[in-house]
């Protein structure tokens, strides 16, 4: 990928080089809601990355960029990067190799191609070629690093990739796509997602690490320190929920999920001393909702139909408090739905993967709207997920 072409397809400058790369090689794939994750979450903060024009664009796009995930899906899987950050020194292949039990050659390669995507480092000595992890690697694809995003990594790997495979099947027939996949039925998407408690757990820490980063953004958009009383609507680990209370502390979150969800959350993710958390156990189509002054649904209603939603928010305006709210958090399109590219492509995963898909702003404002809601307000944070209020 040529640096021009690069600039021309997203009019990056030059304080935004030292990421281009890594966008380019490792993002721009048919999957590509993995430019919502790793390094280009740091870039996505920084600036705007929305803009796709021209033909040397398209070219470029056509280009063979699809091995470059599966190669840094596999590094994370087999914990390169995790190793090399425990040694605290650059290590040649064999040794790497040895330490974790692969064949010398087939480390070798993946190894030099996490150096062209940037991922590594190496260094050529007397010894032959030593290699260490970039920052870019240290940061979000080490396990042990507070931005890590190695389980979001793993959960695409062995989740929505399979499904991707089979984008032409869900275009010719509209839904989603476990049953070829996995052979759990359409009709229960989130069966699918928690098919085992490690995938469940790999699909909660992979939420969790998203919002870790994305979630202050979001949270930020409108001021919500009136709203003491705060329902999660499917708040899953409860990243978001500690976000929340840490940005206005004299808040109270009630994540409110399935109660398997809610036992993993407790056991494995929200500290116990954290008492401004707490959880409510239940399926929020069939089951009632708790009285709150807010309500937050983060990337809740595209997973479902418009009738679905209607159904979930007219639940939630009837439990709502009187001058209470719902924050909706999405990823929205363009009124005219000309993009942005990445919630194009996001929408695509929902089509394979969940009943719903993304909207516009005022395709949210409708449904919150026929649900009751009133003083409806969006704000576009520039970044990876906008935020949408309503009032009662």
Request: proline share 4%; glycine share 8%; hydrophobic share 40%.
């Amino acid at each position: 990928m040529k640096k021009g072409a690069l600039q021309a397809l997203y009019g990056i400058t030059s304080v935004q080089r030292n990421f281009s790369l890594i966008i380019g090689l490792v993002c721009m794939t048919y999957d590509f809601t993995l430019k919502k994750l790793l390094p280009c979450v740091y870039f996505l903060q920084k600036s705007s990355v929305r803009n796709a024009v021209g033909f040397g664009a398209l070219t470029w796009f056509l280009a063979p960029t699809f091995p470059c995930p599966q190669v840094m899906f596999t590094a994370c899987e087999l914990g390169v990067f995790d190793l090399l950050l425990e040694s605290g020194k650059p290590l040649s292949s064999d040794a790497i190799a040895a330490h974790l039990g692969t064949s010398t050659t087939g480390m070798e390669r993946l190894l030099d191609a996490c150096v062209g995507l940037k991922l590594l480092a190496v260094e050529l000595t007397q010894e032959g070629a030593l290699y260490r992890n970039t920052e870019i690697s240290n940061i979000y694809l080490t396990k042990s690093s507070p931005k890590s995003q190695y389980h979001i990594m793993m959960y695409y790997s062995n989740t929505v990739y399979l499904c991707w495979h089979y984008l032409a099947d869900a275009v010719r027939e509209g839904r989603n796509q476990y049953e070829r996949a996995f052979g759990i039925s359409y009709e229960d998407p989130f069966g699918a997602m928690y098919r085992s408690e490690e995938e469940m757990l790999k699909f909660m820490a992979g939420q969790n690490s998203v919002w870790s980063i994305c979630g202050r953004d979001v949270l930020a958009a409108f001021d919500l320190s009136p709203f003491r009383q705060i329902c999660d609507l499917g708040g899953g680990g409860g990243a978001l929920a500690q976000e929340c209370v840490s940005l206005y502390p004299n808040s109270m979150v009630t994540i409110y999920d399935l109660p398997k969800v809610v036992q993993v959350a407790k056991e494995q993710f929200v500290p116990p001393e954290e008492h401004r958390i707490t959880f409510h156990e239940g399926d929020f189509f069939n089951d009632s909702i708790p009285e709150a002054e807010l309500y937050i649904l983060s990337k809740i209603l595209h997973d479902w139909d418009d009738n679905k939603c209607r159904q979930l928010l007219t639940k939630v305006h009837k439990a709502c408090k009187p001058g209470g709210g719902v924050l909706l958090v999405e990823s929205l399109l363009n009124e005219d739905r000309s993009g942005p590219l990445e919630t194009q492509l996001y929408s695509m995963n929902m089509l394979v993967q969940t009943e719903g898909k993304e909207r516009t702003a005022a395709a949210y404002s409708k449904l919150l709207e026929a649900a009751g809601f009133g003083e409806v307000e969006v704000k576009r944070t520039g970044k990876l997920y906008d935020a949408v209020l309503g009032r009662k």
